[in-house]
């Protein structure tokens, strides 16, 4: 997709001055011979399996410069001319452009952001803030000139510019904005829905680390997967947009006898399955010595391993490097199909963030709807027997919203219906629960622990 104009894109959100709500809540790897697993001579290969050589050369991702976001300021009171919708959680505005002049500035304390002129300094603010390229895919499949978008995930709310000017900072043209104690308080009461259909939870707790007994010597090379399924509810409804959030809670390890790595993840089917992309989480001491990935995967036209981002129409902020330190720490993904190409964008739920996009070209048999969602949590240790200790949680990984093609959003219950779990396998496990306001989020929690033999 071409670059789109700031100032066009701003001067189309203008009429969100009159009724809009808010936005903003929550390197290709080549592949290398070297250190490659011989899958063929592995047990239990899983149907879609990441070699490692395609998390190789990580680094830690640097955020979208503000030249390449859209950061706007409104006033509460024009936030609820419109008012939310309480029974759904999602706001609508229109998006016919105005006069940007009359109605936006530039803040005097951040000249990368725009303000509505006609905010006091006591008014409570919202903060509108997402790349340009995906608000220019918002625009290309808004119905009747109106932009529809989940308050939960769009929406940052603070008691005055006060407030938000103590929340916000640049450094090197990047803005981190932090919550505020009235976005929490408010944000609640803005997206909380009425229960949908009562669905009773299947959950299961995994058992008591302190009771499980030494891993036991098993044969070199071996896949170890737990997964927990959902199928749509509604096989004739068709959707292109899932948000969510994954968080990395827990890394330790001990030892340097083992080569192991360990995905825990997101996953989405499409169609009949001939295609699937994966939000990944990797606990990787196959390749590094400890470290931990973000990063999407494609597994195209019923292919069992992943495509090399290099082979990817843009790849994005590449494998993306994160510190344990600053575990846990929740990122938001978005995955979207939008005309025969599939984009994935990564932000970081603690600083507006938002990292390069991920864009993936599908043109000879591209899927055109989420058809399954699954959670996994998965380990591949190459050498035996077991003398490293590990244990990984990413806990929780959470799916807060589905849009059909229509353009409606619907919570993840009104999508999803809990269709199987897989038997418990060593050193890995996963669990699921309805979550969130009423219930309505789907949550996975993915573990793994050198004790559950």
């Known amino acids: ?14 009429l969100v001055t009159m009724a809009m709500v808010s936005v903003v809540s ?11 697993v011989n899958v063929s001579n592995a047990l239990n290969v899983p149907d879609h399996y990441i070699p490692p050589e395609y998390f190789m050369g990580a680094k830690p991702a640097t955020p979208l410069l503000e030249s390449e976001m859209i950061t706007i300021i409104l006033s509460e009171k024009t936030h609820s001319i419109l008012g939310p919708d309480k029974e759904t959680g999602v706001l609508a505005f229109p998006v016919s452009p105005q006069d940007l002049n009359a109605r936006f500035m530039k803040w005097e304390a951040h000249q990368s952001v725009f303000i509505e002129k006609s905010i006091n300094p006591s008014d409570a603010v919202v903060l509108v803030r997402m790349p340009e390229a995906m608000y220019g895919r918002f625009l290309a499949v808004s119905q009747n000139n109106t932009l529809m978008l989940p308050t939960s995930h769009f929406c940052r709310f603070y008691e005055n510019l006060t407030d938000l000017n103590s929340h916000i900072s640049l450094k090197d043209g990047i803005l981190m904005v932090t919550p505020g104690e009235y976005d929490t308080q408010l944000l609640e009461g803005l997206s909380s829905a009425p229960p ?7 959950s299961r707790e995994h058992a008591d680390v302190n009771s499980i007994d030494q891993a036991t010597t098993l044969d070199d090379g071996i896949w170890f997967n737990e997964w927990v399924h959902f199928d749509r509810i509604y096989w004739w409804t068709t959707y292109d947009y899932c948000i969510g959030q994954i968080t990395p809670n827990y890394w330790y390890r001990s030892g340097q006898n ?4 360990a995905p825990q993840e997101r996953e989405y089917y499409l169609n009949s399955g001939q295609e699937a992309i994966e939000i990944v989480v990797n606990y990787d001491r196959f390749t590094a010595d400890g ?68 864009v993936y070209n599908d043109q000879d048999n591209p899927g055109t709807t989420f058809t399954r969602a699954s959670g ?50 060593q050193f890995v496990h996963i669990d699921w629960a309805w979550g969130g306001s009423n219930n309505q989020d789907l949550i996975t929690r993915s573990y793994l622990d050198y004790r559950w033999a």
Request: net charge negative.
């Open 1 to 14: 997709m071409k670059t789109l104009d700031l100032d066009a894109i701003l001067l189309s959100m203008l």
């Open 291 to 358: 470290a931990v990935y973000l990063f999407p995967v494609i597994y195209d036209s019923y292919s069992p391993t992943a495509t090399p981002l290099e082979q990817w129409e843009n790849s994005g902020a590449g494998i993306i490097e994160l510190d344990p330190s600053s575990f846990p720490h929740a990122y938001g993904y978005h995955v979207q199909i939008f005309n025969g190409k599939y984009y994935i964008d990564f932000e970081d739920m603690n600083t507006l963030q938002w990292f390069a996009g991920y």
């Open 26 to 36: 929550a390197t290709g790897q080549g592949f290398n011979e070297q250190n490659s």
């Open 376 to 425: 996994s949590s998965e380990h591949y240790q190459a050498n035996q027997p077991i003398t490293d200790q590990f244990v990984a949680y990413t806990n929780p990984v959470i799916d807060e919203w589905a849009r059909e093609t229509s353009g409606t959003w619907r919570k993840p219950r009104e999508v999803w219906s809990h269709s199987g779990q897989t038997p418990d396998k």
């Open 196 to 202: 949908v259909v009562d669905i009773q939870e299947v």
């Open 258 to 261: 083992n080569q192991y790595y």
